[in-house]
């Protein structure tokens, strides 16, 4: 009777061990949280909100919410505006960003009464290189503060972590990202 109760205690201790495992896995490899420190994804995203992050999403597309290495080599977040080869501009006359001449609807996502920028540009994102702005274009140090330094304000595809997939807290906010349709109309 002894020896079964050992065995009952090396079991669980084992597959205890196999969870812990399996979960440290997982957080490395596949999905990982995230807290957001800053408003500069608002309304979005606000400070103290935690996302997860698949990164094994692929390569980045137009609209989607990434989590990168960021300019200054901290987990950073923002939304992908410009991929390879996009041509994207500040401001057309109606005051819109437009990526390869279409305008870029972005009141479903852009803070309240925000503009899309203060700051004029007109860059041609190379290949394998994203363009990246904030939600709360004024209050976000983005792809446009960081156009004077070596990298011109571009990051690579291969310093994102992941894309953000879900707010899981506070749970009252809770909600599964998707693209905006404005970001379909872009060829």
Same mark, same amino acid.
């Given at each position: 009777m002894e020896k079964k109760k050992k065995g009952g205690f090396r079991e669980t201790i084992v597959l205890l061990v196999m969870?812990?495992? /399996?979960?440290?896995?997982? %957080?490395?490899?596949?999905?990982? =949280?995230?807290? /957001?420190p800053s408003e500069s994804m608002?309304?979005?995203? %606000?400070?103290? $909100? *935690?996302?997860?992050?698949?990164k094994l999403a692929g390569a980045p597309e137009r609209g989607d919410i990434v989590v990168f290495k960021g300019w200054n080599g901290e987990d950073t977040i923002k939304r992908v505006i410009g991929v390879g080869g996009d041509k994207v501009v500040c401001c057309d006359s109606k005051k819109r960003i437009t990526i390869n001449g279409k305008p870029l609807e972005e009141s479903s996502y852009l803070f309240p009464e925000d503009f899309? =920028?203060? $700051?004029?540009? $007109?860059?041609?994102?190379p290949a394998g290189k994203l363009w990246?702005?904030? $939600? @709360? *274009? =004024?209050?976000?140090?983005?792809? *446009? =503060? @960081?156009?004077?330094?070596?990298?011109?304000?571009? /990051?690579?595809?291969?310093?994102?972590?992941g894309t953000a997939v879900v707010r899981y807290w506070p749970l009252s906010r809770g909600m599964i990202f998707t693209k905006p349709e404005s970001f379909a109309k872009v060829k």
């Open positions: 969870g812990v495992g /399996i979960a440290l896995l997982l %957080q490395a490899f596949v999905v990982g =949280s995230f807290y /957001i608002e309304n979005t995203l %606000q400070v103290n $909100d *935690r996302v997860f992050v698949n899309p =920028s203060g $700051d004029k540009f $007109d860059v041609t994102v990246l702005m904030g $939600d @709360h *274009r =004024s209050a976000s140090a983005d792809a *446009r =503060s @960081h156009m004077e330094e070596p990298g011109k304000g571009f /990051i690579g595809v291969d310093a994102v972590v």
